[in-house]
Antibody, heavy 126, light 107 residues
Framework: EVQLVESGGGLVQPGGSLRLSCAASGFTFSSYAMSWVRQAPGKGLEWVSAISGSGGSTYYADSVKGRFTISRDNSKNTLYLQMNSLRAEDTAVYYC???????????????????WGKGTTVTVSS | EIVLTQSPDFQSVTPKEKVTITCRASQSIGSSLHWYQQKPDQSPKLLIKYASQSFSGVPSRFSGSGSGTDFTLTINSLEAEDAATYYCHQSSSLPYTFGQGTKLEIK
């Protein structure tokens, strides 16, 4: 069974740091790009970051660029999100998701999030 | 950044009714548009990928259509368990974006 389990959330003061982890199982982790998506209380979904299967390419939303770092350890089947200089507006449930790849009839690749973890809650407050 | 605008924001519907949710992109995204269902206190679940391809295990009453800038999620013969918030999502270009969500309430 494909499974993603996030951990590392908690209460942190503004300006503080936190590292989230996402443990993957049931699939060949290194073959898939991965993503973090967050959801503030009572709000919609916001894409945060993505990383290629090898870890060589990383992408960020402007709202977190320069403060958050995505990484992965394929030997441990684990995805990470290092969050620094945290702000109140970073308060959210953070989900990790598998970025599956599809191929169109024209030969183009597209990506979609087919498996999601249950999320871990980050609260930034003094 | 590509903005996705869903309509309606909220809809109250009765069981067995047909529901249509639309998602409009601020620029053409081809068919790189996906639909998710999120029930309270649960993580999102993929329903439709690449505009119209049903994801494995999703009931056949869910279907998607569209391309370019206008997309539709249709739920035929709504069931009580379909009460949820539905999101569209584009992966045509970074940053990936989501629609604001459409909340379905079952009367």
């Amino acid at each position: 069974e494909v499974q993603l389990v996030e951990s590392g959330g908690g209460l942190v003061q503004p300006g503080g740091s936190l590292r989230l982890s996402c443990a993957a199982s049931g699939f060949t982790f290194s073959s898939y790009a991965m993503s973090w998506v967050r959801q503030a209380p009572g709000k919609g979904l916001e894409w945060v970051s993505a990383i290629s299967g090898s870890g060589g390419s990383t992408y960020y939303a402007d709202s977190v660029k320069g403060r958050f770092t995505i990484s992965r350890d394929n030997s441990k089947n684990t995805l990470y999100l290092q969050m620094n200089s945290l702000r109140a507006e970073d308060t959210a449930v953070y989900y990790c998701a598998n970025l599956a790849e599809g191929l169109t009839s024209a030969g183009y690749y597209y990506y979609y999030m087919d498996v999601w973890g249950k999320g871990t809650t980050v609260t930034v407050s003094s | 950044e590509i903005v996705l605008t869903q309509s309606p924001d909220f809809q109250s519907v009765t069981p067995k009714e047909k529901v249509t949710i639309t998602c409009r992109a601020s620029q053409s995204i081809g068919s790189s548009l996906h639909w998710y269902q999120q029930k309270p206190d649960q993580s999102p679940k993929l329903l439709i990928k690449y505009a119209s391809q049903s994801f494995s295990g999703v009931p056949s009453r869910f279907s998607g259509s569209g391309s370019g800038t206008d997309f539709t999620l249709t739920i035929n013969s709504l069931e009580a368990e379909d009460a949820a918030t539905y999101y569209c999502h584009q992966s045509s270009s970074l940053p990936y974006t989501f629609g604001q969500g459409t909340k379905l309430e079952i009367k």
